[in-house]
């Protein structure tokens, strides 16, 4: 994708590709600014997966949903990443007691961590036809970003694929311990949440409500580009990174989204910030909606927090 700088007489300039010499170079600048470009907390860096299943991991992170998260930089296309993925997500699902305790090390004993969608980010400048078609076939986890960087100062960084499939109502997912995390307590069983289990004992009037919420969220971008995520507190909308989060009360719908209140566009004064107040969702602006009238006014919010992943 060619990059134009626009002058002050109204001309343009292209900003020529620079490429990254050295793929740790890349690793570098992602690791120094995780949850800026993912969203995703930093644990580790290089970490060796021991002597049964010899390998590196380039970095080990969680994301803001709890997700345990991978992430594998590479310079070309030619590399087999994917199944480089595969293997060390392997590794992570029959080593949770070990990512837990670096977890714990690197964001404090009280971290939470959902075991139901480990992801795998790998991050290559271009991917090929056959590895797009390759993880779409797999249906795990698996994503592919590329990036590229313009000058000395630009980067651009684009999802080209990211699995958005639900699991179906009611699923479980088991997953064998090593002996050495029999001991670790409830994470024999993983639970993976549907839709049904949110709209689940709630009036009409309230699901009616988040249907319409839900139309109009999906619909702010081309279709499948918005992955939407459900866990046991709330169902999350992510481009990217995350930008709303939506749980279903008796009368009411929480919304939060991942936009600073000081940033956001509020005529009709429907926001508060919650960033010192406990709450579900990972965005720290909170509205509350009751009444099908204001649907347009918080779509109006919504879009607004949609567009800093743009």
Known sequence: MPLYLIKENNTVTQVKPSPYNKERDVQKLFEANLEDLLDVRFIASEFTTGDRQRGRIDTLGLDKDGYPTIIEFKKSNKENIINQGLFYLDWLVDHRGDFTLIAQKACGSGVKIDWSRPRVILIAESFSEYDKYAVNRIGTNIELWTYRKYGDSLLYLDSLFVAASQPTKGTSVLIPNEPETQNLPGEDEVTIYTIDDHTQNKSQEIIS???????????????????????????????????????????????????????????????????????????????RLSDANEIDSVMHLIDQSFRLTL
């Open 209 to 287: 409500i988040f249907e319409q919420l839900r139309e109009g969220i999906l619909g702010l971008a081309e279709e499948g580009e918005i992955i939407e995520k459900t866990n046991k507190n709330y169902i999350g909308y992510k481009h990217g990174k995350n930008f709303c989060e939506v749980h279903l009360q008796t009368k009411t719908i929480q919304i939060w989204l991942d936009i600073s209140t000081t940033e956001i566009d509020d005529p009709s004064h429907l926001v508060r910030d919650v960033s010192k107040i406990g709450h579900h969702g990972t965005g720290n602006s909170e509205i």
